[in-house]
């Protein structure tokens, strides 16, 4: 099994303008496994890189004739590239729920810069305004994502929580059983309590191995781990 390190962080103040850090900061530090353009998992934890916004991974852009393409993938490949048999560096700067939103790094620079300036990914500027001249050279160059037309990441997820909402919830076959039990798109298997904020909007298909539980005990037995929120 890879190891982690945590070692200690003192931020500059320059540092503190992007966004307040966790009370405790640290670095994680050891090899990575990129679950979409902009995500990875470093053994145990869920690393979202800081300041960028990549498509999610069934995102798809369409080019000016109008055929599409499978940019979010295309996104996450970008990442494991820049990632493969590297050791990564991430200074984590917060957290959003279980995720250390995280600035990294490897011998060959900082993985936010390399996804926003060849065009994989856009600046976040809700959070941060650091890799907007980053995201400039791209749409100027016309690279990757610029190739075509797209919807910003986050205007694609709120889209998606919308028609979600509008959309009759999916009723339990058994009404005992309620704990949806959903494998997401990077293979990871999480389930939704009644009551937690993405329950009504998350849909069970029983043929891709998704299932209803009677219980908590039972969901994690069974080896699914409960949604963060």
Not at 70 to 80: D, N, T, W
Not at 189 to 203: E, L, N, V, W
Request: glycine share 6%.
């Amino acid at each position: 099994m890879q190891s982690i390190i945590f070692a200690p962080l003192i931020f500059s103040a320059l540092a503190l303008t992007d966004v307040s850090p966790v009370s405790e900061p640290n670095v994680l530090i050891g090899e990575v496994r990129p679950t979409d353009g902009d995500s990875l998992r470093m053994g145990d934890k869920r690393i979202r890189l800081f300041g960028i916004d990549a498509p999610e991974s069934a995102q798809k852009c369409q080019f000016e004739n109008g055929d599409e393409w499978a940019c979010g993938r295309a996104s996450r490949r970008a990442l494991e590239r820049a990632t493969k048999g590297q050791t990564v560096r991430c200074e984590v700067r917060d957290m959003d729920r279980d995720r250390y939103v995280s600035i990294c790094m490897t011998p060959e620079g900082d993985l936010s810069d390399h996804m926003a300036r060849r065009g994989w990914a856009v600046a976040y500027t809700q959070y941060s305004m650091r890799y907007v001249g980053a995201e400039l050279e791209a749409r100027q160059a016309k690279r990757a994502l610029w190739r075509s037309e797209f919807e910003r990441p986050h205007v694609y997820r709120a889209r998606l929580r919308q028609e979600a909402a509008n959309r009759p919830e999916q009723a339990a076959p058994d009404p005992h059983c309620k704990i949806k039990g959903n494998i997401s798109r990077s293979g990871e298997r999480i389930f939704h309590m009644p009551g937690q904020a993405d329950y009504s909007r998350t849909r069970i298909n029983t043929q891709n191995g998704e299932r209803w539980f009677c219980s908590r005990d039972e969901a994690s037995a069974a080896g699914w781990r409960i949604a963060s929120r």
